[in-house]
């Protein structure tokens, strides 16, 4: 039985050859430390690292390439970000959609003197931006959000949020972890100061690889979350101040980020508009499976596809979403994801806390023979 | 660009920056070579350019303004 994987939301699977060959070749003709030692290894395993931010860089719109810290996911990106940036007696907004990666570092600055303020989106995890503003106090330091969630693919939007914060000098941090390479990012356009990113989603990369994108002047605000080599001012026991290598101490993942250009560079050819449309096309097919059962499925998240991604977050009748996804691995092969998906305040805001969804989320290689093989599964699993 | 003749490197904060500053001398189209930084120089155990001296005044007109921080020394 062959495997219909429909993780992508966790992990996109599988990757392009050309990012397996890139890792491969990166580890047998380069091999040495990036910008470490001077000799010809060293040399080409850091320019292979540079060549990495250019090409994010291009994909987000970001004029200076060194703006772009790599860390090993948008967790701790978002560590870095939020935890270098908030003081005691600063005050943060977030929405009700937020993923762990953001909820945990608020709550644990919340209780060490950061307040925190989150906002509530409706049941479908819509956000109105009109209800940042009223969040806002004289000392908000920052607004952070997601770009879209993880649990109904609902697109947050971080554009007028942005252009609020930004008129009050609010830092604002967006969480692209399932956007990056699926919808438009452009962080001058949109007022992005913090972008945190991850690779293995939809750029395509190995998991290990992501970064931060840190607006020019805002790095003096931000401490690093660790410090140690860099390869830059070794005759100095103090982490040097000029980015990135402010926030990358220590030998990066120089092999996961030649998978990671190679990745992005296949997301560049392709056009992130058209991969975002074939997964929107399989998303919406297989939503059309589910409208047609009639009550049997509670469907979360907006139905019009302009205003989502591919993930499909649903509940059958009174099934535990675990028995469901155990069901759809032995009997059909299908690969899901039950439960809460790491945002817990996300199924609060829909109403699925604390049993969660069964949630399927489509990627660019998914087929639509297979998105109806899993339409079947479900009609099966509810024929038990 | 021999090794023999008098040469000078330009001193940068990071790799990166220095990969940046051999792309700007390279579209100018100045021979340079990324090398370890001379130990008589710094301490620091990162890379420099080595160009030719006589590019010196080019070198220094072309990272002036585009290179956040630099310095420029003759071997």
């Known amino acids: 039985m062959d495997a219909i994987y429909l993780d992508n939301a966790a992990t996109s699977w599988p990757k392009p050859d050309a990012v397996i060959e890139a890792m491969i070749r990166h580890q047998r003709m380069v091999g040495g430390s990036p910008g470490r030692s001077g000799h010809r290894l060293s040399i080409e395993a850091g320019r292979a690292v540079y060549g990495v931010r250019e090409t ?17 996911n948008s967790t701790e990106a978002l560590n870095i970000a939020l935890l270098g940036l908030l003081k005691p007696g600063d005050h943060v907004v977030t929405t009700g959609m937020e993923h762990n990666s953001v909820m945990r570092p608020l709550r644990f600055l919340a209780s060490h003197g950061v307040e925190l303020t989150v906002v509530a989106c409706s049941p479908r995890g819509d956000l109105d931006p009109g209800d940042i503003r009223r969040a806002l106090r ?14 109904t693919g609902t697109i947050m939007p971080v554009q007028e949020v942005a252009a609020i914060a930004r008129e009050r000098d609010i830092v604002t941090c967006v969480d692209a972890a399932q956007t990056a390479g699926v919808l438009p990012i452009d962080v001058e356009m949109m007022a992005i100061d913090l972008l945190a990113f991850t690779g293995h989603k939809s750029l395509f990369g190995p998991q290990g690889t992501g970064g931060l994108y840190i607006r020019k002047g805002l790095d003096d605000r931000i401490s690093p ?5 860099t390869g830059s001012r070794s005759e100095f026991e103090e982490q040097p101040d000029f980015m990135p290598d402010k926030y990358e101490a220590g030998t990066p993942n120089a092999p996961g980020l030649a998978g990671l250009a190679a990745g992005t560079a296949f997301v560049l050819a392709k056009g992130p508009e058209r991969i975002h449309a074939r997964e929107k096309a399989l998303a919406r097919r297989f939503l059309n499976h589910l409208e047609a059962l009639d009550g049997d499925a509670t469907i979360y998240g907006p139905r019009d596809m302009e205003t989502r991604t591919s993930v499909v977050s649903f509940n059958l009748r009174d099934i535990v979403p675990s028995d469901a996804a155990l069901f759809f691995d032995e009997r059909f092969g299908i690969l899901c994801r039950p439960g809460l998906h790491c945002a817990p305040a996300a199924h609060r805001t829909i109403g699925s806390f604390p ?8 990627g660019f290689f998914n087929t639509e023979a297979e998105v109806d093989l899993a339409a079947e599964a479900v009609v099966r699993l509810l024929q038990r | 660009m021999a090794d023999n003749q008098p040469s000078s490197v330009v001193l940068v904060e990071s790799f990166g920056h ?5 792309k700007m001398l390279g579209a100018a189209g100045i021979p340079c070579r990324l090398v370890p930084v001379p130990r008589h120089i710094s301490s620091d155990c990162g890379v420099c350019l080595r160009f030719s001296s006589d590019f010196h005044t080019r070198v220094e007109e072309i990272l002036s303004g585009r290179l956040e921080s630099f310095e420029i020394v003759r071997l």
Not at chain 1, 139 to 150: E, M
Not at chain 1, 355 to 362: A, D, H, P, Y
């Open chain 1, 56 to 72: 994010i860089a291009r994909l987000f719109h970001i004029a200076d390439p060194l703006r772009i810290v790599f860390t090993k």
């Open chain 1, 138 to 151: 004289p000392n908000t330091r920052a607004v952070v959000l997601t770009h879209a969630s993880n649990v």
């Open chain 1, 225 to 229: 979350l660790m410090r140690g080599g």
């Open chain 1, 355 to 362: 049993q969660g969804t069964i949630r399927f989320s489509f």
């Open chain 2, 18 to 22: 220095a990969l940046q500053a051999e």
